[in-house]
């Protein structure tokens, strides 16, 4: 017979720097990780699914569980928080040789206030490789006492210890259900998907808030050439004529900046060189006639 499935959500939570990406790459892999780095739920951000076994772990991460000091804040806080209290388990990671800090102080304030009864609270103790083991079984003594956590990880994400009995862990305590992701899709669409997320993030940060509304971006052509390189072949697809003016900028400037940006990331992802063609195409209303698209290329090679 076949074994029951699991799903659910884990929320990573931490001060800055505690090593949750770190810990994600090593629980989740790059791959995933970059695909579903941007894509919004409504109230957490998705950094990675994994699979452990039977069980699908899909990880979210709250931005800003932070005290807030204006007022502008702290409805962001109040939505982090809504974030980690939608998951099965939050996790929260301490650095061990920081201890206690005043920051995790503050988030486990915040936890006994916003945080649901029977809501399950690991802790996972990161970065063991720089402390003595006398100091890891106070720190987590203290920790324990300051909040009832569910279990105790002594992890080293950087140099995995302690990461796949935390992994399995979380996998026995996902609920059981359905995957919210087929299995194939995890492993072999993040490619193109990766490739179309990082032109994506270019086109973020060189639009900003011109960044026209309803913009796609997506990898139509991928070929792995004998010679070693990579060709790929992206439409970047807006609502509007006056929308592709927007992204190609004056004489293709702004196009030809984010398509050389883009290449020196997915070079970077790929470990080897990139050939990257970027067409902006008008995609309008369905019914519209396809005709009407209009379309620019070019090609961003090496030294470009
Ligand atoms: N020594 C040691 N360093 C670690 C470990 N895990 C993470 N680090 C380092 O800690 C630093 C912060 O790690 P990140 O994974 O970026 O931390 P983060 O929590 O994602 O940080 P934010 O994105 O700012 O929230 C990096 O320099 C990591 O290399 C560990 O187990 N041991």
Redesign the pocket.
């Known amino acids: 017979m076949a074994e029951t499935t699991r799903a659910g959500f884990v929320a990573l939570i ?12 090593r629980m989740v892999g790059a791959k995933v990780s970059i695909v579903t780095h941007k894509v919004q739920t409504t109230r957490a951000r998705i950094r990675g699914v994994c699979m452990e076994g039977q069980a699908q772990i899909v990880f979210v991460d709250t931005p800003g569980l932070f005290r807030p000091r204006r007022r502008l804040d702290r409805a962001m806080v109040a939505a982090a928080w809504g974030g980690a209290a939608d998951a099965d388990i939050i996790v929260l ?1 301490v ?1 061990a040789h920081r201890g206690l800090t005043e920051g995790t102080a503050a988030i486990i304030d915040t936890m006994k206030d916003r945080i649901p009864q029977g809501q399950k609270v690991a802790l996972a103790i ?5 402390v003595k083991a006398e100091t890891l079984l106070a720190l987590s003594a203290q920790l324990n006492e300051a909040f009832p956590f569910v279990e105790t990880f002594m ?5 995995g ?1 302690g990461v796949d009995k935390l992994r399995e862990w979380l996998a026995s305590e996902m609920p059981e259900g359905l995957w919210f992701y087929p299995e194939d899709q995890i492993a072999d669409l993040p490619m193109r998907m990766i490739a179309a997320e990082i032109t994506r993030e270019k086109l973020t940060l060189r639009l900003h808030e011109e960044l026209p509304y309803q913009l796609t971006v997506e990898t139509e052509q991928w070929e792995d050439r004998p010679d070693g390189s990579t060709r790929i072949d992206q439409v970047i697809y807006v609502a509007r004529d006056g929308h592709k003016g927007i992204v190609l900028g004056n004489k293709g400037e702004t196009i030809k900046a984010i398509g050389q940006a883009a290449r020196i990331d997915l070079v970077a992802f790929l470990e080897r060189p990139v050939h990257l063609f970027l067409q902006v195409k008008v995609r309008p209303n369905w019914l519209d006639e396809p005709d009407r698209y209009s379309e620019m290329g070019l090609d961003f090679k090496d030294g470009d």
């Open positions: 931490g001060e800055p720097n505690a090593g949750k990406s770190t810990l994600l790459n990671l650095e990161n970065k063991i490789d720089r992890i080293s994400a950087e140099k210890y």
